[in-house]
């Protein structure tokens, strides 16, 4: 088995994406609150992580806890929203109209970034990868890349509901390599 962890609660008045929007007290707390569930229950070797800010600061938190060093991948990040990545949304959505959330779609390319199919075709080509990892690693990414594990292991077509499969911020996430199948666990 390997498992993924969302980073914990960020400042959500900003676009996400690439960009360095740091956890809030909360986060941290739910974060912290995960890593103890984590080193009372599973038997952690080894802890990748996406290399945006907000999860390397979760990946640091898991990683004072169980004692064990995280390595950065960049291959975990979070979808690219290019120009937007970092910005306050009420900005982003008043100098980039049509990328309000309600507005995108699946196919929505944000300008110099990416859109949610490229996502899903880059972690599609990388879940290779990932079920070829050492059991009882972790790896703290973000709701979108977790999201579409979800959807190429389930073979469902993807859409744009961020919380169907209950990715909620801290929460853990079992991928077993074997069956091929992912479940939450905390």
């Known amino acids: ?15 996400g994406g690439w960009s360095d929007v740091s956890l809030l007290p909360e986060g941290e707390e739910e974060v912290k609150s995960s890593a103890l ?7 952690i070797k080894s802890i990748m992580c996406s290399d945006v800010y ?9 990683s004072d806890i169980i004692n064990i060093p995280y390595e950065l991948n960049s291959k975990l990040r979070e979808q690219n929203k290019g120009l937007l990545n970092g910005i306050p949304k009420d900005e982003a959505y008043t100098q980039y109209p049509g990328y309000t959330d309600g507005e995108v779609t699946i196919d929505t390319v944000f300008p110099q970034g990416e859109s949610l199919r490229n996502l899903y075709e880059r972690m599609k080509v990388y879940l290779g990868e990932l079920l070829k990892l050492q059991d009882d690693t972790l790896l703290i990414t973000h709701r979108g890349v977790i999201n579409m594990i979800y959807f190429i292991l389930n073979n469902k077509e993807l859409d744009m509901d961020k919380k169907q499969f209950g990715v909620s911020t801290a929460s853990v996430h079992e991928l077993d390599q074997k069956k091929k199948t992912i479940k939450k666990v905390r």
């Open 1 to 15: 088995m390997i498992y993924l962890m969302r980073h914990g609660q960020d400042d959500e008045t900003y676009v």
């Open 37 to 43: 569930w984590i080193r009372d229950n599973l038997d």
């Open 54 to 62: 907000r999860a390397t600061q979760s990946a640091q938190i898991v």
